[in-house]
């Protein structure tokens, strides 16, 4: 639940430290029972009903940040996922059933400085994307109840799928390849794809097309 912070002198209201959860939790369209975003503007809706990070990251951290304790949940997610190790092996749109729930894969994270007061490093916002270990947002196409230990099962995938990492790839492009306009193009497609990343996408490829 959202808790007030001192972050360079001035409060802050964050969400981001998570605390594991025993048996069940009810799985809801906009979040999950016990958890609630603080800012609105950015955090939270539909589309980033639950934030997911995979465990094999944690290796990569564990070595480039030896002297912070990381347990699972350190970097504000909802689920802390076991074999979805990669974001070239998540596709947007990839369609999961986890407890009785089903979610929908929607797009990858862009950090805010909150990760920053997570870590009392301003810098790791940076270092976060520069990793490419971005996780994903998954919206909630059926509720139901989720709990520790639950298998996410694969139950469909886009024809022609764009994975995560390519959104985020693309996101920080500074000009796209050709492979790089056709990939663009594909996402716009995608109905997973948040309506804000089309349009981005969208005014980039204008942008280059004008260029």
């Known amino acids: ?26 799985l809801r369209t906009l979040n999950l029972d016990g958890d609630r975003q603080s800012d609105l503007t950015v955090h939270g809706g539909k589309d980033k009903a639950v934030y997911c990070y995979p465990l094999e990251h944690y290796t990569y951290w564990k070595s480039e940040l030896p002297d912070r304790e990381l347990s699972p949940g350190a970097f504000g997610e909802n689920f802390t996922t076991e074999g979805l190790a990669s974001e070239d092996a998540v596709f947007i749109g990839d369609r999961f059933a986890v407890g009785s729930a089903e979610v929908v894969v929607t797009q990858p994270r862009l950090p ?88 981005y996408f969208q005014e980039k490829l204008e942008r280059q097309t004008r260029a």
């Open 1 to 26: 639940m959202p808790r007030e912070v001192v972050w360079h002198g001035r409060p802050v209201t964050t969400s981001i430290y998570k605390e594991p959860v025993e048996g069940s939790v009810a």
């Open 112 to 199: 805010c400085f909150k990760l920053g007061i997570r870590f009392e490093d301003d810098g790791m916002v940076k270092r976060f994307l520069e990793a490419g270990r971005s996780g994903f947002y998954i919206a909630v196409a059926r509720e139901g109840e989720v709990g520790a230990g639950d298998e996410i099962a694969l139950l469909s995938r886009e024809p022609e799928p764009v994975p995560v990492a390519a959104i985020s790839r693309l996101y920080l492009a500074k000009r796209f390849t050709s492979a790089d306009v056709r990939q663009a193009r594909r996402a716009i497609e995608l109905d997973a794809l948040p309506e804000s990343w089309r349009e």
